[in-house]
């Protein structure tokens, strides 16, 4: 099965499929063919038995018609057609012996003895008291031989359904036994088709997660083997090229700061005066260095916080936890930065157990819960509300604040940017915290978005629910 590719897998399923129904048809198809020439034979077989016993009867009138004419006129022309009509009378007795019908072979016999006794006693000159319980006698023969006929028929009518109900049964067996093999062959085609392209699947979610450390193997058909080869190497040539954005990123960051370093302290001396006293315009000069030194300090230190979120949020640590200690231990930390403002955080979660990365989805709710306290009106309400909805856990944040505005919702979470609207009380902040927020949420396997509302930001976090 090793060598077989995918094509030639679901060519043999088909065949098998195939092979089980076309089998059973052709079996019904001899079986039915088989019942029609019987069920014909025996027709045929009943009308030319129903036809020789109703000539014989009509021949047996002729013989008593003409043996009693022979005995009232005594006239050899009757004596002669007698003789014929016995003769024609013992033929059709042949025939009907000659049909091996069971029943009737001892009343035949019994027809040819009484038929050879009236021609004794015709050519003896008996009395016609001797010849007229001859003549009933073999017409309740007759009567007998007809009666016989159609218990014969009614037999072979009731064998052939016997027949025809136990080939029925025996084809319905036959039919349920080959649709269970196609099933059969057809749910094991399709587990060993399916399972390796779902293999695939979760390979290339993965490694759009940017997790590259688990190897991807893939079994069933050749050909998706070869491609489970070819996209681990491409897990290990992105893997490669991760570890080398990294380590250049960390190698610019370090050469920066360097410089950097060394630009701040002077501009620190040039600030206390060590080299000498500065005027209005000189220092004017040195205070906008100043600030643009610690701006870029600033980047530089949320570049590389954005880079250590990335790399992180390739390993999961997932555990049982409670939505509501996850978010109480939240606001606790921020609980310091939200008296501050005076403003008032509400919780709305179940008391219930979810499978989540608890370190970092207490990274996503801080940098959410942050920025809504930044953005809130003094003496205002965050609610964070978590519920459950088709195998997904929800976290919301909801805040009183200006809200962002219509052109950046589209780029808000992209690195560096803070969108027009201006918080209330002054901050700091680089603009990496929705950044780092969607790719943690992106290495659960979940999606965060931004809720369109007329006031305030409604942010919304959806996590899978791995229970």
Same mark, same amino acid.
């Given at each position: ?114 038929? /050879? &006794?009236? *021609?004794?006693? !015709?050519?003896?000159? +008996?009395?016609? @008291?001797?010849?007229?319980? =001859? #003549?009933?006698?073999? %017409? ?24 025809? /109900? &136990?080939? *029925?049964?025996? !084809?319905?067996?036959? +039919?349920?036994? @080959?649709?269970?093999?196609? =099933? #059969?062959?057809?749910? %094991? ?279």
């Amino acid at each position: 099965m090793n060598r077989i590719s995918f094509r030639q897998g679901m060519l043999l399923g088909f065949t098998l499929i195939v092979l089980l129904l076309g089998g059973v048809a052709i079996q019904s198809w001899l079986v039915v063919e088989r019942l029609v020439n019987q069920s014909r034979n025996s027709s045929e077989q009943a009308i030319l038995l129903t036809a020789a016993i109703q000539e014989l009867g009509e021949r047996t009138v002729d013989i008593e018609r003409s043996a009693r004419q022979y005995l009232v006129l005594d006239n050899p022309v009757f004596r002669q057609r007698f003789d014929e009509h016995l003769a024609q009378s013992l033929a059709v007795v042949d025939r009907l012996d000659g049909m091996a019908a069971e029943p009737l072979p001892p009343l035949l016999g019994g027809w040819r003895m009484v038929a /050879e &006794a009236l *021609r004794s006693g !015709l050519e003896q000159n +008996i009395p016609q @008291a001797e010849i007229i319980p =001859l #003549l009933s006698r073999m %017409a309740e023969l007759n009567g007998l031989l007809k009666q016989a006929g159609q218990r014969w028929v009614e037999e072979q009518n009731r064998r052939t359904l016997d027949e025809l /109900e &136990a080939a *029925r049964l025996k !084809l319905g067996g036959r +039919i349920g036994l @080959a649709l269970l093999g196609a =099933l #059969l062959v057809a749910l %094991a085609m399709g587990w060993w088709l399916v399972r390796p392209v779902r293999h695939l699947e979760q390979a290339i979610v993965r490694l759009g997660a940017s997790r590259f450390d688990a190897p991807i193997t893939v079994g069933g058909p050749a050909d998706l083997r070869q491609l489970g080869k070819r996209l681990d190497w491409l897990r290990q040539r992105l893997a490669e090229l991760e570890a080398d954005r990294e380590r250049a990123l960390r190698h610019v960051s370090h050469e920066l700061k360097t410089p950097l370093t060394a630009l701040k302290e002077g501009v620190s001396l040039l600030r206390e005066e060590v080299p000498g006293p500065l005027d209005g315009a000189q220092r004017e000069v040195v205070d906008i260095l100043q600030h643009n030194v610690r701006v870029l300090q600033e980047q530089i230190e949320s570049l590389l916080t954005l880079n250590a979120a990335a790399f992180d949020a390739r390993r999961l640590q997932l555990a049982p936890i409670k939505p509501k200690k996850l978010l109480a231990g939240v606001v606790q930390r921020r609980e310091l930065h939200s008296q501050a403002r005076q403003l008032r955080v509400v919780v709305e979660a179940p008391d219930q157990m979810v499978m989540l990365d608890a370190e970092k989805m207490a990274v996503v709710l801080d940098n959410l819960l942050s920025n809504a306290i930044d953005f809130s009106p003094d003496g205002g309400e965050i609610r964070m509300v978590v519920s459950r909805i088709d195998g997904l856990c929800r976290f919301e944040c909801i805040d009183q604040g200006p809200g962002v505005a219509e052109e950046d919702r589209q780029r808000i979470f992209d690195p560096f940017v803070q969108g027009q609207r201006v918080a209330p009380a002054p901050r700091q902040g680089s603009g990496v915290g929705l950044s780092i927020v969607r790719e943690l949420v992106r290495a659960m396997g979940g999606r965060v978005y931004l809720v369109p509302q007329e006031s305030g930001a409604h942010f919304c976090v959806e996590i899978p629910d791995e229970q």
